[in-house]
Protein backbone atom coordinates (compact mmCIF):
# COMPACT_ATOMS: atom_id res chain seq x y z
CA UNK A 1 0.00 0.00 0.00
CA UNK A 2 1.36 3.51 -0.88
CA UNK A 3 0.66 6.60 0.94
CA UNK A 4 -2.00 8.27 -1.36
CA UNK A 5 -3.70 4.76 -1.06
CA UNK A 6 -3.33 4.37 2.54
CA UNK A 7 -4.60 8.34 3.28
CA UNK A 8 -7.70 7.09 1.26
CA UNK A 9 -8.30 4.32 2.72
CA UNK A 10 -8.28 5.86 6.17
CA UNK A 11 -10.73 8.96 5.11
CA UNK A 12 -13.14 6.18 4.38
CA UNK A 13 -13.81 4.59 7.26
CA UNK A 14 -16.38 7.62 9.06
CA UNK A 15 -15.16 8.86 12.87
CA UNK A 16 -16.72 10.91 13.60
CA UNK A 17 -16.38 12.09 16.85
CA UNK A 18 -18.42 9.65 19.11
CA UNK A 19 -18.23 7.19 16.78
CA UNK A 20 -14.03 6.39 16.06
CA UNK A 21 -14.48 2.40 17.27
CA UNK A 22 -14.59 0.81 13.65
CA UNK A 23 -11.47 3.35 12.54
CA UNK A 24 -9.10 3.01 15.65
CA UNK A 25 -10.13 -1.20 14.99
CA UNK A 26 -8.80 -0.66 11.37
CA UNK A 27 -5.90 1.32 12.14
CA UNK A 28 -4.86 -1.17 15.15
CA UNK A 29 -4.81 -4.20 12.81
CA UNK A 30 -2.88 -1.84 10.17
CA UNK A 31 0.21 -1.62 12.73
CA UNK A 32 -0.11 -4.69 14.31
CA UNK A 33 0.47 -6.62 11.07
CA UNK A 34 3.22 -3.56 10.69
CA UNK A 35 4.98 -5.39 13.57
CA UNK A 36 4.19 -3.06 16.16
CA UNK A 37 2.79 -3.99 19.62
CA UNK A 38 -0.83 -2.08 19.88
CA UNK A 39 -3.06 -1.18 22.80
CA UNK A 40 -6.34 -0.27 22.33
CA UNK A 41 -6.56 1.92 25.40
CA UNK A 42 -10.38 2.36 26.26
CA UNK A 43 -11.50 5.76 26.86
CA UNK A 44 -15.57 4.87 27.07
CA UNK A 45 -17.87 2.60 25.39
CA UNK A 46 -16.73 1.63 22.73
CA UNK A 47 -14.11 4.48 21.92
CA UNK A 48 -10.34 3.64 22.30
CA UNK A 49 -7.14 5.36 21.78
CA UNK A 50 -4.56 3.46 19.56
CA UNK A 51 -0.99 2.89 21.02
CA UNK A 52 1.55 0.94 18.84
CA UNK A 53 5.43 0.68 20.57
CA UNK A 54 8.19 -1.40 19.21
CA UNK A 55 9.88 -3.64 21.74
CA UNK A 56 11.59 -0.49 22.64
CA UNK A 57 10.28 1.98 25.54
CA UNK A 58 9.41 5.17 23.31
CA UNK A 59 11.41 8.32 23.47
CA UNK A 60 9.54 10.23 20.97
CA UNK A 61 6.05 9.70 20.00
CA UNK A 62 4.27 10.69 16.73
CA UNK A 63 0.79 11.40 17.93
CA UNK A 64 -2.76 13.29 16.08
CA UNK A 65 -6.36 12.46 16.56
CA UNK A 66 -8.84 9.62 14.43
CA UNK A 67 -11.92 11.61 14.93
CA UNK A 68 -13.34 14.08 12.47
CA UNK A 69 -16.24 16.80 12.45
CA UNK A 70 -19.62 15.47 10.17
CA UNK A 71 -20.62 14.81 8.22
CA UNK A 72 -18.18 12.11 6.75
CA UNK A 73 -17.19 12.39 3.42
CA UNK A 74 -15.60 9.64 1.43
CA UNK A 75 -12.41 10.42 -0.55
CA UNK A 76 -11.73 11.11 -3.86
CA UNK A 77 -8.31 12.26 -5.40
CA UNK A 78 -6.95 14.47 -8.63
CA UNK A 79 -3.31 14.80 -9.75
CA UNK A 80 -2.45 17.44 -7.09
CA UNK A 81 -4.98 16.77 -4.15
CA UNK A 82 -6.85 14.12 -2.13
CA UNK A 83 -10.07 15.20 -0.62
CA UNK A 84 -13.17 14.10 2.12
CA UNK A 85 -13.28 13.99 5.51
CA UNK A 86 -10.36 14.10 7.47
CA UNK A 87 -7.92 14.49 4.65
CA UNK A 88 -6.00 17.19 6.30
CA UNK A 89 -7.55 17.18 9.70
CA UNK A 90 -6.01 14.72 10.85
CA UNK A 91 -6.05 11.64 8.41
CA UNK A 92 -3.64 12.54 5.77
CA UNK A 93 -1.84 13.40 8.93
CA UNK A 94 -2.01 9.90 10.66
CA UNK A 95 -1.39 8.39 6.99
CA UNK A 96 2.32 10.32 7.21
CA UNK A 97 2.95 9.24 10.71
CA UNK A 98 2.88 5.87 10.01
CA UNK A 99 5.34 5.89 6.88
CA UNK A 100 7.50 7.82 8.67
CA UNK A 101 7.81 5.71 12.18
CA UNK A 102 7.97 2.62 9.55
CA UNK A 103 10.66 4.34 7.99
CA UNK A 104 12.63 5.24 10.54
CA UNK A 105 12.60 1.69 12.25
CA UNK A 106 13.82 0.60 9.08
CA UNK A 107 16.61 2.84 9.98
CA UNK A 108 17.30 0.81 13.23
CA UNK A 109 15.05 3.62 15.68
CA UNK A 110 13.20 1.79 17.65
CA UNK A 111 12.52 4.06 20.67
CA UNK A 112 9.68 5.31 19.31
CA UNK A 113 5.91 5.16 19.07
CA UNK A 114 2.40 5.64 17.90
CA UNK A 115 -0.25 7.12 19.39
CA UNK A 116 -3.83 8.08 17.98
CA UNK A 117 -6.66 9.52 20.12
CA UNK A 118 -10.57 9.43 19.86
CA UNK A 119 -12.62 12.65 20.42
CA UNK A 120 -9.98 15.60 19.58
CA UNK A 121 -12.41 17.80 18.15
CA UNK A 122 -14.76 17.48 20.72
CA UNK A 123 -13.13 17.06 24.60
CA UNK A 124 -10.09 15.66 24.43
CA UNK A 125 -11.45 12.76 26.12
CA UNK A 126 -9.07 10.58 24.55
CA UNK A 127 -5.69 12.89 25.24
CA UNK A 128 -7.14 13.11 28.76
CA UNK A 129 -7.23 9.40 29.40
CA UNK A 130 -3.75 8.59 27.15
CA UNK A 131 -2.13 11.43 29.73
CA UNK A 132 -1.91 8.88 32.63
CA UNK A 133 -0.41 5.79 30.83
CA UNK A 134 2.43 4.52 32.11
CA UNK A 135 4.42 4.57 28.84
CA UNK A 136 4.28 8.39 29.29
CA UNK A 137 6.78 8.36 31.65
CA UNK A 138 9.52 7.03 29.29
CA UNK A 139 8.70 9.76 26.53
CA UNK A 140 10.95 12.58 26.18
CA UNK A 141 9.38 14.35 23.05
CA UNK A 142 5.71 14.66 21.42
CA UNK A 143 5.81 15.39 18.28
CA UNK A 144 1.63 16.15 17.76
CA UNK A 145 0.30 16.73 13.61
CA UNK A 146 -2.36 19.07 13.20
CA UNK A 147 -2.37 21.25 9.52
CA UNK A 148 0.30 23.94 10.16
CA UNK A 149 1.12 23.56 6.29
CA UNK A 150 4.62 21.64 7.46
CA UNK A 151 5.40 24.61 9.62
CA UNK A 152 6.79 23.90 13.19
CA UNK A 153 4.67 25.65 15.33
CA UNK A 154 5.98 27.11 18.26
CA UNK A 155 2.31 27.83 19.69
CA UNK A 156 -0.84 27.18 19.84
CA UNK A 157 -4.26 29.42 21.02
CA UNK A 158 -5.89 27.51 23.92
CA UNK A 159 -9.43 27.69 24.12
CA UNK A 160 -12.22 28.03 26.35
CA UNK A 161 -15.74 26.82 25.32
CA UNK A 162 -18.76 27.58 27.26
CA UNK A 163 -22.51 27.91 27.96
CA UNK A 164 -24.61 30.68 28.44
CA UNK A 165 -28.01 30.18 30.21
CA UNK A 166 -30.71 32.94 30.97
CA UNK A 167 -33.96 32.26 32.60
CA UNK A 168 -37.06 33.99 32.26
CA UNK A 169 -41.00 33.92 32.66
CA UNK A 170 -43.20 32.72 30.26
CA UNK A 171 -46.09 34.64 29.41
CA UNK A 172 -48.49 35.24 26.31
CA UNK A 173 -46.98 37.71 24.03
CA UNK A 174 -49.78 40.41 23.85
CA UNK A 175 -48.92 41.35 27.14
CA UNK A 176 -45.02 40.75 27.79
CA UNK A 177 -44.98 42.71 30.55
CA UNK A 178 -46.58 39.68 32.33
CA UNK A 179 -43.64 37.41 31.60
CA UNK A 180 -40.14 38.22 31.36
CA UNK A 181 -37.86 37.07 28.52
CA UNK A 182 -34.64 34.68 28.55
CA UNK A 183 -33.61 35.40 25.18
CA UNK A 184 -34.00 39.23 25.59
CA UNK A 185 -31.44 39.11 28.46
CA UNK A 186 -29.42 36.46 26.67
CA UNK A 187 -29.01 39.19 23.72
CA UNK A 188 -28.19 41.50 26.35
CA UNK A 189 -24.96 39.47 27.53
CA UNK A 190 -24.22 38.12 24.30
CA UNK A 191 -24.15 42.22 23.13
CA UNK A 192 -21.57 42.77 25.74
CA UNK A 193 -19.01 40.34 24.90
CA UNK A 194 -19.31 41.03 21.43
CA UNK A 195 -18.28 44.63 22.37
CA UNK A 196 -15.19 43.61 24.50
CA UNK A 197 -12.15 44.87 24.12
CA UNK A 198 -10.47 40.94 24.40
CA UNK A 199 -6.67 40.58 26.07
CA UNK A 200 -4.04 40.76 23.18
CA UNK A 201 -0.44 39.36 23.63
CA UNK A 202 2.54 39.54 21.21
CA UNK A 203 3.43 35.86 20.78
CA UNK A 204 0.16 34.38 20.42
CA UNK A 205 -2.10 37.21 18.91
CA UNK A 206 -5.40 38.52 19.45
CA UNK A 207 -8.39 36.85 21.65
CA UNK A 208 -11.06 35.88 19.57
CA UNK A 209 -14.89 34.83 20.45
CA UNK A 210 -16.66 32.75 18.22
CA UNK A 211 -21.08 32.31 18.90
CA UNK A 212 -21.44 29.06 17.46
CA UNK A 213 -25.13 28.20 18.60
CA UNK A 214 -28.25 30.16 20.23
CA UNK A 215 -31.35 27.99 21.28
CA UNK A 216 -34.28 29.86 23.42
CA UNK A 217 -38.35 29.98 23.12
CA UNK A 218 -40.90 27.72 22.29
CA UNK A 219 -43.11 29.67 19.65
CA UNK A 220 -43.29 33.08 18.76
CA UNK A 221 -46.57 33.44 20.51
CA UNK A 222 -44.66 32.86 23.99
CA UNK A 223 -42.19 34.87 26.27
CA UNK A 224 -39.24 32.87 26.09
CA UNK A 225 -38.70 31.22 29.37
CA UNK A 226 -35.23 29.83 28.80
CA UNK A 227 -32.36 30.46 26.57
CA UNK A 228 -28.86 29.62 25.96
CA UNK A 229 -25.77 30.02 23.65
CA UNK A 230 -22.86 27.93 23.13
CA UNK A 231 -19.46 29.95 22.70
CA UNK A 232 -15.98 29.48 22.21
CA UNK A 233 -12.85 31.39 22.86
CA UNK A 234 -9.54 31.06 21.63
CA UNK A 235 -7.13 32.22 24.52
CA UNK A 236 -4.06 33.98 24.29
CA UNK A 237 -3.80 34.52 28.42
CA UNK A 238 -4.24 32.26 31.02
CA UNK A 239 -8.23 31.54 31.28
CA UNK A 240 -8.86 33.06 34.34
CA UNK A 241 -8.82 36.59 32.92
CA UNK A 242 -11.16 35.68 29.96
CA UNK A 243 -13.85 33.80 32.70
CA UNK A 244 -13.18 37.25 34.51
CA UNK A 245 -14.86 38.85 31.48
CA UNK A 246 -17.40 36.26 30.77
CA UNK A 247 -18.66 36.60 34.25
CA UNK A 248 -19.12 40.41 34.33
CA UNK A 249 -20.91 40.69 31.28
CA UNK A 250 -23.22 37.38 32.32
CA UNK A 251 -23.62 39.52 36.26
CA UNK A 252 -26.99 38.63 37.39
CA UNK A 253 -28.64 38.50 34.07
CA UNK A 254 -26.85 34.61 33.42
CA UNK A 255 -25.32 31.34 34.60
CA UNK A 256 -22.12 30.65 32.87
CA UNK A 257 -21.07 27.02 32.25
CA UNK A 258 -17.79 26.35 31.53
CA UNK A 259 -17.11 23.10 29.18
CA UNK A 260 -13.70 22.72 28.69
CA UNK A 261 -10.68 24.78 28.88
CA UNK A 262 -6.95 24.25 27.29
CA UNK A 263 -4.51 26.88 27.99
CA UNK A 264 -2.41 29.09 25.27
CA UNK A 265 0.83 26.34 25.06
CA UNK A 266 4.57 27.43 23.73
CA UNK A 267 6.09 23.71 22.10
CA UNK A 268 9.59 23.69 21.52
CA UNK A 269 11.47 25.50 18.40
CA UNK A 270 14.10 23.49 16.64
CA UNK A 271 16.77 24.97 14.53
CA UNK A 272 16.44 24.12 10.57
CA UNK A 273 12.38 23.75 10.81
CA UNK A 274 10.16 26.30 9.32
CA UNK A 275 8.13 28.12 12.35
CA UNK A 276 4.66 29.32 12.63
CA UNK A 277 2.01 30.52 15.80
CA UNK A 278 -1.15 28.77 14.84
CA UNK A 279 -4.27 30.20 16.37
CA UNK A 280 -6.27 26.35 16.95
CA UNK A 281 -6.04 24.40 19.39
CA UNK A 282 -4.55 20.49 19.76
CA UNK A 283 -4.77 17.67 22.21
CA UNK A 284 -1.29 18.67 23.18
CA UNK A 285 -2.27 20.35 26.79
CA UNK A 286 -3.74 17.57 27.87
CA UNK A 287 -0.78 15.32 26.85
CA UNK A 288 1.59 17.25 29.41
CA UNK A 289 2.79 13.59 30.60
CA UNK A 290 4.26 12.94 27.40
CA UNK A 291 7.53 15.14 27.72
CA UNK A 292 8.21 18.37 25.43
CA UNK A 293 5.46 18.85 22.94
CA UNK A 294 6.05 19.70 19.26
CA UNK A 295 3.45 20.29 16.66
CA UNK A 296 3.53 20.11 12.83
CA UNK A 297 1.60 18.23 10.40
CA UNK A 298 0.98 18.70 5.97
CA UNK A 299 -2.60 20.28 5.03
CA UNK A 300 -3.97 23.73 5.62
CA UNK A 301 -6.51 24.51 8.75
CA UNK A 302 -8.49 26.86 6.45
CA UNK A 303 -9.22 23.28 4.13
CA UNK A 304 -10.24 21.31 7.82
CA UNK A 305 -13.83 21.72 8.78
CA UNK A 306 -14.69 22.35 5.18
CA UNK A 307 -17.09 21.10 2.42
CA UNK A 308 -13.76 21.21 0.18
CA UNK A 309 -11.15 19.51 2.82
CA UNK A 310 -8.17 18.21 1.21
CA UNK A 311 -4.79 18.03 1.43
CA UNK A 312 -1.80 17.69 -1.20
CA UNK A 313 -0.12 15.03 -2.58
CA UNK A 314 2.85 16.96 -2.01
CA UNK A 315 2.99 18.11 1.29
CA UNK A 316 2.33 14.59 1.93
CA UNK A 317 5.26 13.22 0.71
CA UNK A 318 7.03 16.17 2.40
CA UNK A 319 5.51 15.76 6.33
CA UNK A 320 6.97 12.06 5.56
CA UNK A 321 10.75 13.57 5.42
CA UNK A 322 9.92 16.35 7.85
CA UNK A 323 8.56 13.99 10.66
CA UNK A 324 11.60 11.56 9.93
CA UNK A 325 14.26 14.32 10.02
CA UNK A 326 12.62 15.88 12.90
CA UNK A 327 12.65 12.20 14.94
CA UNK A 328 16.40 12.33 13.64
CA UNK A 329 16.87 15.83 15.17
CA UNK A 330 15.64 14.74 18.26
CA UNK A 331 17.56 11.64 18.79
CA UNK A 332 20.79 13.23 18.16
CA UNK A 333 19.33 16.32 20.92
CA UNK A 334 20.03 13.23 23.03
Not at 214 to 223: D, E, L, Y
Not at 230 to 236: C, F, K, S, W
Not at 302 to 326: C, F, G, P
Request: glycine residues 8%; proline residues 4%.
Amino acid sequence: MNLFNFTRQLIDIPSVSGDEGEFAAYLAAQLENAGYAVELQRVEDFRANVIATTNHEPRVVLSTHMDTVPPHTPSSEDEEYIYGRGACDAKGIIAAQVFAAAALRAEGLNDIGLLFTVDEEMGSLGARAANSHKLAQSCRYLINGEPTENLLAVGSKGSLRMRIRTEGRAAHSAYPERGESAIEKLLDVLGELRATNWPRDDFFGETTCNIGTIAGGTRPNVIPAEASADLQIRLVTESARVKEIVEGAASTLARVEYLSTAEPVRMLAVDGFEQCVVRFTTDIPYLHSWGQPLLIGPGSILDAHTEHERIKKSELEHAVELYKRLVRTLFARE
